[in-house]
C-alpha cells in the first residue's frame, strides 16, 4: 500500500516541462483521431465496397485454408496480398476480418498522426507550428475518409511515412540499420499497394545522392534494393505462378494524357484544400501552389557548393520532398497507360501528409531566418491565412459527414447501407439462399450481402449487358441476379432476362430479379424474339390502351404506364422524363406533395428499359389512388423536347 500511495503521489507531482507537453499533445491527439475513426464506423462499421469485398473474400479464404482466392474462386492477384493476410490473422483468432479492418485503419490513422507529430516537435524550431502541423494532420479530411472504409491506404501511409523517418535517419547519421530499416517497410508498403513501388525508387535515390565513395554507393544500393524489392517479388512470382499473370491485367490505356494527369492532380489539391461545396474559394490552391514552386526554386538556387549539399542531403525535408516528387512525375506518366480512370483523391492521398509535413519544415525555416525581414512573411501569412480557412471548412465537413454517417450510414452505392438492407431482391436472397453458380453484374454485392462461404468461389460477374449475359453463363447451370440502386442500376437485360427461352422466373421485385439457368442452356435467338414481341405486343395493343401519341406513343395498361418509340436511338432516351399526376382527391397524395396538388413521379429511361430491334420501351408503375388525369413528357436543359396530357379514365388525349 505505502508503494501504491508513493506511485500516485509521484503522478499527481508530475508538471510537464516545455519538453514533455509538446510530445504529450501529439499523444493526445494522436489518440483522439484513433477515437474519431471508431466512432465514425460505430453503427455501420467501415465503409465496404468492391475492393473491401475482395479483401474480406479472400482473408476468410486464407484463414480456412482455402488460399489467397477471392469469392469468385479466382486467385488474388488484382491488389497486393499483405493486407488480406493481415485479415486472416484476426480472422484465424475469431476477431472476424470486418471488424479487424475497421481496427486495424483506425490505429493506423492513430500512428499516423502520432509518427508526423513527433517528427514535427523533433524537427521544427517552434512547438507551436509543430503543433499545428499535428493539428492539420488530425484534421485531415480525405485521410479520415479513407480510414473510415475497409481500405489499404492508412496501412500503406503509415508503412510509407515510417520508412521516410528511417530513410531521413539514414541520410543524416549513416548508419546502416536505419536504412535497413527503411528498405524493410518500403517493401511491406509495396506488397500494401503496389504504388509501393515508386516509395521504393525514391528510397534507392536516396541511397545514391548520400554523400560516399562510389564503392559505398554501389554497395548501399544493392542491400537496398534487394531488400526492399524482396517481398514485392515474391508476391509477383506467386501471382505468375497461380494465375499466369503479374498483377491481374492492368495493363489498359486510360484515354487520357500526360497533360490531363497534371490538370487532375492539381484539381485534387484545390479539392483538399477547400472542399468541392465551396468551390468560390477555389482559386486559393494558386498560391499554395506557387509557394512550393518558390522554395524548390530557392532551394536549388542554394545549393551551389559542397557545403550547401551537404546541408541539403542532412536536411529533414529531403526525403520527403524526394517522395512527393518522385509519386506524382510517376503518377503523372503512368496512370495514362495503365490506369482505367482518372487521378483521383484516392491515388494521390499518400503525398497529403508528406506534402503537410513539407509546409511546416518551410514554414518553420523562413519564420526563423530574419524575422524582421518582410517578404520573407509574404509567403508565411498565405499559409496562416489558407490554414486557417482550409481548417475551418475541414472540421465543419467532417463533423457534418460524421453525424450524417451515424444517422443515414455511408453513401449508397456501399454495400452495407441502409438502402440495400431495404432491397427486395437481396433480402429474398438472404432467406431463400440459392445453390449453383450465382452470377450477377453486381457479384461482390450479392455475396457480400447473402453472407454465404467466401471459399465456395460461385460468384461470377456478367457484365451489363443482354451478350455479356449469354456469353457468360455457366453451362452447368446459374442463377442470374439483377440488382438495382445505388451505383448498381439494372443491366440492359433487366426487363428481357426472362424472355430468354428456357429460362426460369424464380422472383421478380422491384429492384431485381432472380433466374435459373438449367445445365447445358444455350441461347435461342428466335425463341428469344418471339417471346419478346409477344410481350410488347400485350403491353400495348392486346391489352394496353393508346391514351396519346407524340415523340414516345404511351399506352395504359392497368395501373402501368408504357412509353413507346419506333424507330429508336440511344439519344431518343438521354432527356429527362417528367410524370405529373392530378389525383381524384389531393387528401390521397404523400404528405409532402399535398401542398402542391399534385404528384411528381419524374424518372429516367432505363426504369424498366427494353431495348429490341430498333424499338424501346419502359413501363412505370402508377400510385394505387384515384387520378384524374396525367401530364407527362421529356425535357432536357434547353425546355420541353414534349408534352401530352390525357385523363386516365378514358385514355384519350384531352
Not at 93 to 109: H, Q
Not at 553 to 572: K, Q, S
Not at 625 to 651: C, K, M, P
Request: with cysteine; hydrophobic share 45%.
Amino acid at each position: 500500500m505505502p508503494q501504491a500511495s508513493r506511485v500516485i503521489a509521484s503522478v499527481a507531482r508530475f508538471r510537464p516541462n516545455r519538453q514533455t507537453l509538446p510530445v504529450l499533445l501529439v499523444v493526445a491527439m494522436a489518440a483522439l483521431g484513433t477515437a474519431h475513426i471508431l466512432v465514425r464506423t460505430w453503427t455501420y462499421g467501415a465503409a465496404v465496397g468492391f475492393d473491401a469485398t475482395h479483401y474480406l473474400a479472400t482473408a476468410q479464404n486464407l484463414a480456412a485454408g482455402a488460399g489467397l482466392k477471392s469469392f469468385e474462386g479466382l486467385h488474388y492477384v488484382h491488389w497486393p496480398p499483405l493486407f488480406p493476410m493481415l485479415l486472416a490473422l484476426f480472422e484465424l483468432i475469431g476477431l472476424g476480418a470486418e471488424e479487424a479492418g475497421r481496427w486495424i485503419n483506425a490505429a493506423s490513422f492513430g500512428l499516423i498522426v502520432l509518427v508526423s507529430g513527433i517528427w514535427l516537435t523533433r524537427t521544427l524550431r517552434s512547438r507551436l507550428l509543430a503543433l499545428g502541423g499535428t493539428f492539420a494532420v488530425l484534421i485531415a479530411y480525405p485521410l479520415i475518409d479513407r480510414s473510415s472504409y475497409l481500405m489499404t491506404e492508412p496501412l500503406f501511409i503509415l508503412l510509407t511515412l515510417m520508412a521516410l523517418f528511417r530513410m531521413e535517419s539514414f541520410l543524416q547519421s549513416g548508419k546502416r540499420t536505419s536504412m535497413v530499416l527503411g528498405a524493410v517497410l518500403f517493401g511491406l508498403a509495396a506488397v500494401t499497394r503496389y504504388t509501393g513501388i515508386f516509395g521504393m525508387i525514391a528510397g534507392l535515390l536516396m541511397v545514391i545522392l548520400r554523400r560516399g565513395t562510389f564503392n559505398e554507393k554501389l554497395k548501399s544500393s544493392l542491400s537496398f534494393g534487394a531488400i526492399s524489392s524482396l517481398p514485392l517479388a515474391g508476391a509477383l512470382a506467386y501471382n505468375q505462378a497461380t494465375a499466369q499473370t503479374l498483377t491481374g491485367g492492368r495493363e489498359f490505356a486510360s484515354g487520357q494524357s500526360i497533360l490531363d494527369s497534371m490538370k487532375q492532380i492539381l484539381s485534387v489539391f484545390d479539392q483538399w484544400i477547400i472542399p468541392t461545396e465551396y468551390n468560390f474559394v477555389n482559386f486559393l490552391y494558386i498560391p499554395f501552389i506557387l509557394f512550393f514552386v518558390m522554395v524548390t526554386f530557392y532551394a536549388l538556387l542554394k545549393v551551389n557548393g559542397k557545403r550547401e549539399y551537404s546541408r541539403l542531403l542532412s536536411s529533414s525535408f529531403l526525403p520527403f520532398g524526394l517522395f512527393i516528387l518522385i509519386y506524382l512525375g510517376m503518377i503523372t506518366v503512368i496512370t495514362p497507360l495503365a490506369a482505367g480512370t482518372p487521378i483521383d483523391s484516392r491515388y494521390l492521398l499518400p503525398v497529403y501528409v508528406p506534402t503537410i509535413l513539407v509546409t511546416s519544415y518551410w514554414g518553420d525555416r523562413l519564420m526563423s531566418r530574419n524575422s524582421g525581414n518582410l517578404l520573407q512573411w509574404v509567403p508565411v501569412s498565405v499559409i496562416m491565412i489558407g490554414c486557417i480557412i482550409h481548417f475551418g471548412f475541414t472540421i465543419q465537413k467532417d463533423i457534418s459527414d460524421t453525424s450524417e454517417g451515424l444517422d443515414r450510414g455511408y453513401p449508397e452505392w456501399l454495400h452495407h447501407t441502409a438502402e440495400w438492407d431495404e432491397s427486395e431482391t437481396l433480402s429474398w436472397l438472404e432467406t431463400n439462399p440459392v445453390s449453383g453458380i450465382v452470377s450477377s453484374p453486381a457479384f461482390d454485392l450479392v455475396w457480400y450481402r447473402s453472407g454465404a462461404p467466401a471459399s465456395e468461389g460461385r460468384y461470377h460477374w456478367i457484365g451489363e449487358n443482354l451478350r455479356s449475359l449469354v456469353s457468360r453463363i455457366p453451362r452447368e447451370g446459374a442463377h442470374a441476379v439483377l440488382v438495382s440502386g445505388g451505383s448498381f442500376p439494372q443491366a440492359e437485360y433487366a426487363d428481357t432476362i426472362r424472355f430468354l427461352p428456357g429460362v426460369e422466373v424464380v422472383g421478380e421485385f422491384s429492384d431485381g430479379g432472380v433466374y435459373r439457368f438449367p445445365a447445358g442452356w444455350r441461347f435461342d435467338e428466335a425463341g428469344y424474339r418471339a417471346n419478346v414481341n409477344r410481350y410488347l405486343n400485350e403491353l400495348t395493343e392486346e391489352s394496353g390502351e393508346l391514351a396519346a401519341s407524340s415523340t414516345f406513343d404511351v399506352y395504359v395498361n392497368g395501373r402501368m404506364l408504357v412509353y413507346v418509340r419506333e424507330p429508336c436511338i440511344p439519344a431518343d432516351t438521354e432527356a429527362w422524363f417528367f410524370l405529373h399526376i392530378d389525383p381524384d382527391d389531393p387528401a390521397d397524395l404523400p404528405q409532402e406533395r399535398q401542398q402542391y396538388g399534385f404528384d411528381n413521379l419524374d424518372f429516367l429511361f432505363d426504369r424498366q428499359a427494353t431495348w429490341f430491334d430498333g424499338k424501346c420501351l419502359t413501363t412505370v408503375e402508377l400510385p394505387a389512388y384515384g387520378i384524374a388525369s396525367i401530364r407527362t413528357g421529356q425535357y432536357d436543359d434547353t425546355g420541353r423536347l414534349w408534352s401530352v396530357e390525357f385523363a386516365l379514365s378514358t385514355g384519350r388525349e384531352q
